[in-house]
């Protein structure tokens, strides 16, 4: 372990933010303190304070760099135009990093209703890159006549969500992920007819 000479502010500071983004996707977000990064960087806690502001900020940061992440799999969708195979696509690769990284998005979605936590910039534009992915590939939908692209975007985005809050006893299957998946695409799909229809396609 390095001793403290041996790092600069900002080397300490990704070192803290490195620590707490595995402390969080091996044990959770309610496991993560300054005392478990403090002894698995070998400093004490109050030094974690002097490059994050609180745990809070740590978190968000932590969260910034899960959606940065996401966003890195998001451009690798090449669009085909055509909004029901665009939005397959984007929805898979959602689904494959929530599943492969279950306690860091978990940690995205319940700081993210904090109404307490303000949000770095960085990290809102993490997300907004991410929300512009997905109304990239559903604005075909409306055709000529246009819509709110953006509403359209907010309401599957919480329909999803509402998929991922029931809990496992409640989807009454074996393979969970599956059933959830299944059920993710077909939200996906009824949705995108309903916004066709409605544009009259």
Same mark, same amino acid.
């Given at each position: 372990?390095? @001793?403290?000479?041996?790092?600069?502010?900002?080397?300490?500071?990704?070192?803290?933010?490195?620590?707490?983004?595995?402390?969080?996707?091996?044990?959770?977000?309610?496991?993560?303190?300054?005392?478990?990064?403090?002894?698995?960087?070998?400093?004490?806690?109050?030094?974690?304070?002097?490059?994050? /502001?609180?745990?809070?900020?740590?978190?968000?940061?932590?969260?910034?760099?899960?959606?940065?992440?996401?966003?890195?799999?998001?451009?690798?969708? !090449?669009?085909?135009?055509?909004?029901?195979?665009?939005?397959?696509?984007?929805?898979?690769?959602?689904?494959?990093?929530?599943?492969?990284?279950?306690?860091?998005?978990?940690?995205?979605?319940?700081?993210?209703? @904090?109404?307490?936590?303000?949000?770095?910039?960085?990290?809102?534009?993490?997300?907004?890159?991410?929300?512009? !992915?997905?109304?990239?590939?559903?604005?075909?939908?409306?055709?000529?006549? &246009?819509?709110?692209?953006?509403?359209?975007? /907010? !309401?599957?985005?919480?329909?999803?969500?509402?998929?991922?809050? !029931?809990?496992?006893?409640?989807?009454?299957?074996?393979?969970?992920?599956? @059933?959830?998946?299944?059920?993710?695409?077909?939200?996906?799909?009824?949705?995108?007819?309903?916004?066709?229809?409605?544009? &009259?396609?």
């Amino acid at each position: 372990m390095a @001793r403290r000479s041996d790092h600069s502010r900002e080397e300490l500071k990704e070192l803290v933010v490195t620590t707490a983004t595995y402390l969080i996707a091996s044990e959770g977000l309610p496991s993560l303190t300054t005392r478990k990064i403090a002894a698995k960087i070998g400093y004490s806690p109050g030094s974690i304070y002097n490059v994050v /502001d609180n745990l809070d900020h740590l978190i968000s940061l932590v969260n910034e760099r899960t959606m940065r992440r996401l966003n890195a799999d998001l451009t690798e969708i !090449v669009m085909t135009g055509d909004e029901m195979t665009d939005s397959r696509q984007v929805l898979a690769k959602y689904l494959d990093f929530r599943e492969s990284h279950p306690n860091l998005w978990d940690a995205v979605l319940s700081h993210a209703i @904090r109404p307490d936590v303000v949000q770095p910039e960085s990290y809102l534009k993490e997300i907004e890159a991410s929300f512009a !992915v997905a109304a990239r590939a559903i604005t075909p939908a409306f055709g000529e006549r &246009g819509g709110d692209v953006r509403l359209a975007v /907010d !309401v599957l985005w919480s329909s999803l969500q509402g998929v991922f809050s !029931v809990s496992p006893q409640g989807l009454l299957a074996t393979d969970v992920h599956a @059933r959830r998946r299944e059920m993710a695409e077909f939200l996906v799909e009824t949705y995108l007819k309903g916004l066709r229809a409605g544009a &009259g396609r």
